[in-house]
């Protein structure tokens, strides 16, 4: 179970990647994003996931995070895959099933629809599979900022994401821990009806509660003890400078996809 | 063999690069009516070993085994051994959940399907065993206990089950100094009179250390020394390089003994000291 939560999450790596700045990773992936749906050909699309591929390959990742990050858009492909078959029409009459008719050009849309659903994916895990959750909220926080302006308290809203980031492992694993010892006293989460399958959640629910909002308090007074107020301007040990490399990764991945919108074979 | 496990080894996450492994080919043998003790620091795979025992945590490689059998996957098997092999967790009244004391100690025996007047009786002896009988604690709210009561109340919702083996992962954890002669009054009684095999894990020795027959030390993931416990005990140097200290009384014997005198350093209560010292004080009268 605990394997599931690392899905789209960091995998640590000392990869040239992983060291990129967190904000300008941010940035590299919301401009690909935007170029992505700007292609419009076929072998530029290709061209992409290639760089992608290599992209990954450079971070050091292994090939099955990749198709387990890529699991949960299957259905959504598959969907897309059955209605472009089917309802476009135009081309070439491929086959021909009773009154239903799979024609060259939703083929062609359909798979075209889906590569680039992939390519949205890949490029997403990228930045997720190789920034600890700490720097990615860190990065969207700054990013934030200028909401400010309209009465949003965004380095709170930061610092909200953080906590929740961090508490999400030691929940599970708490969740875990209540799980085996309630199943040590007999207790059954599997078998019944789904009333009697809620009701048996009461005993992890309960306890989880508890240790959440006892967590909750001890860090309220922990931080309030290290200083923190609500408002306050906050200083950080480790400034995430941008530097050249980072940059040169922007320009460079960027650089990359442009050419990919050229591409026409 | 009673209870033990043969080859051992647990991998956390396997094929992952979270894989850890937590326990490294680990075999030993514990007999029934034993009072068995595991011990090691913190993240020594004390709590995943024990964790097995029961089959909540299944082997990556190896067996365990209770009563001469290997622990199968079979739900139904695994059910009918959780009724006799009781495990109470680190810090078990972080599990409570129930708004009595007694629907807390009665979750166990509901469970098993028992009538409610039989799950009555049952109750009512796990609170006699525990010794809270009196105190009409029944109808309280489980967290209007104090520590120590807690925890015994935790227990005697593992007890519940009637077990014939009794596990406890770290029990005396956060409890003062009443708290822990009760823990270890509680477990006495249940080791001696009724006849229960109590395996408990600790990262040091205390009062444990007197009731014990056999000693596993374990030190990352691996079984470091393991047979009875004079044994294990008189190898008072080894243990202190693994970082575990004997109780007070026995390092202040050991004390006595390296001065010259020849007191018996098998020690591990006041009153046993007691009797050594007074011993040597009489033989050396002139």
Known sequence: MSRSITLGQYIPGESVIHRLNPRLKILTLVLVLVLLFLLETFSGLIFALALALAIFTLAGIPFSYLLRGLRPILYIALFALVIYFFFTSGGVVLFRIGFITVESEGVEQGLFIVARLVALVLFSLLVTLTTTPLSLTHGMGFFLKPLRYFGLPTDEVAMIMTVALRFIPTLMEESQRLMRAQLARGADFETGSIFRRARSMVPLIVPLFVSAFRRADELALAMEARGFRIGAKRTRMHRDEIMFRDWAALVFVLALIVLALNINI | ?286
Not at chain 2, 44 to 56: M, R, V
């Open chain 2, 1 to 286: 063999m009673f209870i033990g496990t043969e080859q051992l080894t647990h991998i956390y996450m396997p094929g992952t690069p979270f894989a850890t492994k937590a326990l490294q080919d680990i075999s030993f043998s514990f007999k029934q009516g034993e009072f068995a003790l595991i011990i090691g620091p913190s993240g020594s795979g004390k709590s995943t070993l024990i964790q097995h025992l029961n089959g909540l945590l299944k082997p990556t490689d190896g067996k365990v085994i209770f009563e001469g059998k290997s622990i199968g996957k079979d739900k139904r098997d695994l059910l009918h051994l959780r009724r006799r092999i009781g495990l109470v967790f680190q810090m078990p009244e972080e599990q409570f959940f129930s708004e009595t004391v007694f629907d807390e100690i009665a979750f166990a025996p509901r469970n098993q399907g028992l009538a409610e007047t039989e799950v009555e009786k049952r109750v009512d002896g796990a609170l006699e065993k525990i010794g809270l009988q009196g105190l009409d604690l029944k109808e309280r709210h489980p967290f209007q206990l104090s520590a120590g009561q807690k925890r015994l109340v935790a227990i005697a919702a593992v007890l519940s089950i009637n077990p014939e083996v009794l596990i406890l992962d770290e029990p005396t954890v956060a409890l003062d100094n009443t708290g822990r002669k009760n823990l270890f009054e509680l477990l006495t009684e249940l080791n001696r009179e009724e006849g229960l095999t109590v395996i408990i894990s600790t990262h040091h020795l205390d009062e444990a250390a007197a009731l014990a027959s056999s000693v596993l030390v374990l030190k990352q993931g691996e079984l470091v020394m393991s047979g009875p416990a004079e044994d294990v005990f008189s190898e008072r140097d080894q243990l202190y390089n693994l970082g575990l200290a004997l109780p007070p009384v026995t390092e202040i014997m050991h004390g006595i003994f390296e001065k010259g005198f020849s007191v018996n350093t098998s020690v591990y209560t006041l009153q046993e000291a007691r009797r050594e010292i007074n011993k040597l004080i009489r033989r050396d009268k002139p």
